[in-house]
């Protein structure tokens, strides 16, 4: 007698298993295939990832093919930092994709450009701020919306730049001045606030009065220039006309200087020879007379063309001179 026990396996389970062994395999290479795909991503040219696990931060990666935990262990937020991005107060671009780049309510633009300025005046700023992600931890974490927190820091700075200077000041000589200077405070600001951005530029756009005392202030304004314009002319003239005066002062007062050592020489130099002429004269007086009277007597007859030589006993010269002009 055997002690074997056979056990009769219905159809329809075995059926079961196989169709079971079959599914499990599917959904083995189905999720092979899913993990391959989520642990594989790629971070762009002048990006950022922020790899976070479970919602925690774990790491900043550079651009490039990368790898991390699949089925959503590891999740990646890419931020780009190398774009310059911008901000616009006071007006708005049209076509702009950030809606962080102006307000969209215009009456909300003008309340950004009206100013009063440290004198009590009113004054219509525009002005742009050109920025970058500096920190893309601090940029997604740090601050719930950091733009947001980047456009309130931007006006508030603005507006007390505008308030500590006259509104001659900010709307002729002080806008590079007022550029530099809220740029610097709005950085400062960043940095303490931990936003993770990088503020490259802040430039002053159009600046102007109110609309109802524009036209009053553009012709003050333009009565300057032109007092500024008369007055450029006149140094201009200016400094034409004293160089050259100066010059011809200067050469007027070394032409009198050397005609004045001219003169100094030559008349030291008569005296010299009359001093050695009386000398000669002490020494041998009738010598000298005789030697005086012919060197006279050659200087005047030399320049004579007809010369008559008469007898001391001669009593008239008329009947040897030539009244007729010979042919």
Do not use: C, H
């Amino acid at each position: 007698m055997s002690d074997r026990i056979e056990i009769n396996i219905p159809d329809n389970l075995r059926n079961m298993k196989g169709s079971f062994s079959g599914t499990f395999g599917i959904v083995a290479i189905v999720a092979l295939v899913w993990a391959g795909i989520t642990s594989v991503y790629t971070v762009p040219a002048e990006s950022q990832g922020v790899v976070l696990r479970f919602g925690k931060y774990i790491d900043t990666v550079e651009p490039g093919l990368r790898f991390k935990l699949p089925f959503g262990i590891d999740t990646v937020s890419v931020v780009t930092v190398q774009r310059q991005l911008k901000q616009e107060f006071g007006f708005g671009t049209a076509g702009a994709t950030d809606p962080n780049q102006y307000s969209p309510s215009r009456n909300e633009q003008a309340m950004e450009r009206s100013m009063v300025t440290g004198d009590l005046n009113a004054a219509t700023v525009e002005w742009i701020v050109q920025y970058r992600i500096q920190d893309p931890k601090q940029f997604l974490f740090e601050v719930r919306d950091p733009k947001d927190t980047l456009r309130d820091i931007s006006e508030s700075v603005m507006r007390t730049v505008v308030g500590d200077r006259t509104v001659d000041e900010v709307i002729t000589v002080g806008r590079q001045e007022i550029a530099v200077v809220a740029l610097e405070k709005m950085q400062e600001l960043v940095d303490r606030y931990e936003l993770g951005l990088r503020i490259d530029r802040v430039e002053l756009q159009n600046v102007n009065p109110p609309e109802q005392v524009r036209p009053s202030f553009n012709e003050v304004n333009q009565a300057q220039q032109e007092r500024e314009n008369l007055i450029n002319l006149a140094n201009g003239e200016y400094n034409k006309v004293i160089p050259r005066a100066r010059g011809q002062a200067e050469q007027s007062i070394q032409a009198a200087e050397g005609y004045a050592l001219k003169r100094v020489n030559e008349a030291e130099g008569n005296v010299a020879r009359f001093r050695a002429l009386l000398e000669e004269y002490v020494k041998a007086s009738d010598v000298t007379k005789t030697r005086m009277y012919l060197e006279t007597m050659q200087d005047v007859v030399s320049g004579i063309d007809k010369k008559v030589v008469l007898d001391s006993e001669a009593s008239s010269v008329l009947p040897l001179l030539q009244l007729q002009p010979q042919n």
